[in-house]
C-alpha cells in the first residue's frame, strides 16, 4: 500500500490549472496503486503562519527547554513533518507566481525545512533524511518556462526540486501546463499535460 500526500498551493478553487493537473496525476498513481492511501494538505484552507521570530527561536530551542507556546509550535511543525515522513511519494501542485511559488508553499517549506527531521548535518555537510521517496511536481503557467527566452525567469520549479532535494527526495518528475494565457496554446495547454502524465 502506497500513502500519497498531496500538497495543494494555488489559492484558488475550480478555476485552478494547477489543482486540476495536480488531481489528474493523484488519479493516475490511483490507477497504478488502487489501495492507495491519499493524505491532502492543502495550504489554501488550512494555511501555514508566515515564519517569525517566536517560531524561529521555537526551532533552534532544545526540546527540554520549550515554553509552553513552543511546545505547541514544535508539534505543529512536526505535524507537517510527519505527513512527508509517512508519504511514500508526494505530490505537489506548483503553479506560477511572479516567477515564483505561492507565498503558502514558501511558509510550507519555512516549516518543514528542520535539521534533525527533513535533514542533518554531519561531518561531510548536509544530508537528507526524506530517502526512497517520489516526486512529482504539478506545475502551469500563463508562459512557458521550459525553454526559450523565459526559461531563466523559473524559480518555482527549480526551487521546489531543489527543496526536495536537499530533503533527500532526488526521485523528481515534472509535468507541465505551461502557455494557459497565450491564444492559440492555452485551448489545449492542460489536456495535452493531462496526456502526458505517466507514472514510474
Known amino acids: 500500500m502506497k500513502n500519497i500526500l498531496h500538497i495543494i498551493s494555488s489559492p484558488r478553487m475550480e478555476a485552478s490549472a494547477s489543482r486540476k493537473l495536480g488531481n489528474a496525476v493523484i488519479e493516475k498513481i490511483q490507477e497504478r496503486y488502487p489501495d492507495a492511501v491519499v493524505t491532502e494538505r492543502d ?77 542533518k548535518y554531519d561531518e561531510n555537510g548536509p544530508k537528507g533524511l526524506l530517502n526512497n521517496k517520489k516526486l512529482y511536481i504539478a506545475f502551469t503557467s500563463g508562459n512557458i518556462y521550459s525553454e526559450g527566452p523565459y526559461q531563466i525567469y523559473d524559480s518555482n520549479v527549480p526551487y521546489v526540486k531543489n527543496i526536495f532535494g536537499f530533503y533527500g527526495v532526488t526521485n523528481v518528475s515534472v509535468f507541465r501546463a505551461e502557455g494557459l494565457s497565450i491564444p492559440g496554446i492555452q485551448e489545449t495547454a492542460l489536456e495535452k499535460a493531462i496526456e502526458r502524465i505517466t507514472i514510474d
Do not use: C
Request: charged share 20%; glycine share 2%; proline share 8%.
Open 43 to 119: 495550504l489554501t484552507k488550512k494555511p501555514v503562519p508566515i515564519l517569525e521570530e517566536a517560531h524561529i527561536n521555537t526551532f533552534f530551542t532544545p526540546t527540554e527547554n520549550y515554553s509552553p507556546e513552543q511546545a505547541e509550535i514544535n508539534e505543529y511543525s512536526a505535524g507537517l513533518i510527519a505527513e512527508l515522513q509517512q508519504a511514500d511519494i508526494i505530490v505537489v501542485d506548483s503553479p506560477m507566481y511572479n516567477f515564483s511559488v505561492p507565498a503558502s508553499l514558501r511558509a510550507y517549506f519555512d516549516f518543514t525545512s528542520r535539521a534533525g527531521y527533513t535533514f
